[in-house]
């Protein structure tokens, strides 16, 4: 069964075309990097999934349910969300932001929250020492972090990320990175992953999506991407980044095969 399908999704904002006639199916444990030019609709789609954008017409399908049918709430609960310059809730202290969700499904076990707040907090990279500030107290990289862990904290069994790790500095991108890959390998969530930086999509993605003016350029593994762009829009968006800076400092993540196309 697929996680997430959008069928014949439309959205306008006034007299705009946002997402036009848009389908896809995105099987479990798909990985799906989003990518496109800025105001291609990458955001405005993946909001759809939880509800917070929704289609002038067509239908978006999680695990072959109408979403416009369930309880937003409840919906929200099973799709983890994080996004740049996340978003914590400013009356909570760091820790209290991260065990929100898990509160709301384990009240009675404190202690395994409290090690599941200190396993993910580990893994975002965030001291021990941070656990009791409040939003405002962090820096704007330590709040992005706080963000990330507390999307991850859920285990939910979708998870949206809007490019997540913009905000924090390479070597803890780099982290991360590699945190979440491991974390998807070894749980089988499906992952939609908004990124700007083609190297991080074609290195985190099974699949990638690619997006120009709210219509599917090609979906596809990052290998066919690269070596079969489906036309010029997609050709030029990752030919573009061939041989940057960027690229070589992503090569670690890449196959082989991939380098050697990027050389
Ligand atoms: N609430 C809104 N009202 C009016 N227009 C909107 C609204 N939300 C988004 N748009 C427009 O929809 C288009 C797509 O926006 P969206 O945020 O989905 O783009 P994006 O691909 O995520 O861009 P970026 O890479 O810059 O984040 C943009 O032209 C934007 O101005
Ligand atoms: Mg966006």
Same mark, same amino acid.
């Given at each position: 069964?697929?996680?997430?399908?959008?069928?014949?999704?439309?959205?306008?904002?006034?007299?705009?075309?946002?997402?036009?006639? @848009?389908?896809?199916?995105?099987?479990?444990?798909?990985?799906?990097?989003?990518?496109?030019?800025?105001? !291609?609709?990458?955001?405005?789609?993946?909001?759809?999934?939880?509800?917070?954008? *929704? &289609?002038?017409?067509?239908?978006? /399908?999680?695990?072959?349910?109408?979403?416009?049918?369930?309880? &937003?709430?409840?919906?929200?609960?099973?799709?983890?969300?994080?996004?740049?310059?996340?978003?914590? @809730?400013?009356?909570?202290?760091?820790?209290?932001?991260?065990?929100?969700?898990?509160?709301? /499904?384990?009240?009675?076990?404190?202690?395994?929250?409290? !090690?599941?707040?200190?396993?993910?907090?580990?893994?975002?990279?965030?001291?021990?020492?941070?656990?009791?500030?409040?939003?405002?107290?962090? !820096?704007?990289?330590?709040?992005?972090?706080?963000?990330?862990?507390?999307?991850?904290?859920?285990? &939910?069994?979708?998870?949206?990320?809007?490019? &997540?790790?913009?905000?924090?500095?390479?070597?803890?991108?780099?982290?991360?990175?590699?945190?979440?890959?491991?974390?998807?390998?070894?749980?089988?969530?499906?992952?939609?992953?908004?990124?700007?930086?083609?190297?991080?999509?074609?290195?985190?993605?099974?699949?990638?999506? *690619?997006?120009?003016?709210?219509?599917?350029?090609?979906?596809?593994?990052?290998?066919?991407?690269?070596?079969?762009?489906?036309?010029?829009?997609?050709?030029?968006?990752?030919?573009?980044?061939?041989?940057?800076?960027?690229?070589?400092?992503?090569?670690?993540?890449?196959?082989?095969?991939?380098? !050697?196309?990027?050389?």
């Amino acid at each position: 069964m697929n996680a997430i399908e959008f069928q014949n999704i439309k959205k306008t904002y006034g007299d705009k075309t946002i997402i036009g006639s @848009f389908s896809l199916a995105i099987g479990r444990g798909e990985f799906v990097t989003i990518i496109g030019t800025s105001g !291609s609709g990458k955001t405005t789609l993946v909001k759809m999934v939880n509800r917070l954008v *929704v &289609p002038d017409s067509g239908t978006v /399908w999680i695990n072959g349910e109408d979403i416009q049918d369930k309880d &937003p709430v409840l919906l929200r609960r099973g799709i983890g969300y994080a996004i740049q310059g996340s978003v914590l @809730f400013p009356h909570m202290t760091v820790e209290e932001n991260i065990a929100y969700v898990p509160n709301l /499904w384990n009240k009675s076990d404190k202690k395994r929250t409290a !090690s599941a707040v200190s396993k993910w907090m580990k893994i975002a990279g965030l001291a021990d020492e941070l656990r009791q500030q409040y939003p405002y107290e962090l !820096s704007g990289g330590e709040q992005q972090r706080v963000g990330i862990a507390r999307a991850l904290a859920a285990s &939910p069994p979708i998870l949206l990320m809007d490019e &997540p790790f913009g905000a924090v500095d390479e070597i803890t991108r780099k982290q991360l990175q590699k945190e979440l890959k491991d974390i998807y390998e070894q749980t089988g969530i499906t992952v939609l992953f908004i990124t700007h930086d083609i190297s991080e999509a074609l290195a985190l993605g099974t699949k990638v999506l *690619v997006l120009d003016k709210g219509a599917l350029q090609q979906y596809d593994t990052p290998d066919n991407i690269l070596n079969h762009p489906a036309n010029a829009f997609v050709a030029q968006l990752v030919g573009d980044r061939k041989g940057s800076e960027k690229n070589r400092d992503c090569n670690d993540d890449l196959t082989a095969k991939q380098r !050697s196309t990027l050389k």
